[in-house]
C-alpha cells in the first residue's frame, strides 16, 4: 500500500469513527459546563460535579482506546467503557479535582504575597500535573487488570 493511499484509508476511517467520539466528547462538555455552572454559585457543588464527571471521561479514553486498538468503534462501546472504568474515574476525577484545588490555592497564596517566581513555578507545576493526568485516563483504562496505583 502506498503512502497516499494509507493516508486515505486513515482519513476515511477517522472520519467514520470521528461522530461516535464526539458524541461522547460533546456529553463531556455538557458536564464541564454544568459544573462551570455550578461552581458560580457554589465551588464545592462544581467540584463535586467535576467528580462525577470522571466516570465519563474514563468512557471517552476507553472509546479512545477501542479506536486506537481495534480501529472499530460503535456507541455501545461508550456504555461499556463506563461500566468496565467508572471506579477509576472516581478515582481519577477526584485526583484530578484535589490537583486543580491546589494549585489555585497555591497560585493565589504566592501571588498574594507578591512571590511572582513561586506563584508561576506553582502554576508550571499544575500544567505539567494536568499533562501526566492527560496520559494517565488511557493507561488507566487500557491496561485496566493492574491496579491503578502501579
Excluded: I
Aim: charged residues 10%; positive net charge.
Amino acid at each position: 500500500m502506498s503512502v497516499g493511499a494509507s493516508l486515505r484509508a486513515a482519513l476515511a476511517n477517522g472520519y467514520q469513527q470521528s461522530w461516535r467520539l464526539a458524541t461522547v466528547n460533546a456529553a463531556l462538555g455538557a458536564g464541564l459546563v454544568a459544573a462551570a455552572y455550578a461552581a458560580l454559585f457554589l465551588p464545592a457543588a462544581g467540584a463535586l460535579v467535576l467528580v462525577l464527571l470522571g466516570p465519563l471521561a474514563a468512557a471517552l479514553a476507553h472509546c479512545a482506546v477501542t479506536v486506537a486498538e481495534t480501529e472499530e468503534l460503535r456507541l455501545a462501546d461508550a456504555g461499556k467503557g463506563l461500566r468496565l472504568h467508572w471506579r477509576r474515574g472516581l478515582v481519577l476525577g477526584a485526583a484530578g479535582v484535589a490537583t486543580l484545588v491546589l494549585a489555585v490555592v497555591a497560585v493565589r497564596f504566592y501571588a498574594g504575597r507578591e512571590a511572582w517566581p513561586l506563584a508561576a513555578l506553582a502554576a508550571y507545576l499544575a500544567a505539567a500535573a494536568a499533562l501526566v493526568q492527560l496520559l494517565l485516563w488511557p493507561l488507566a483504562v487500557a491496561r485496566r487488570e493492574r491496579p491503578l496505583g502501579a
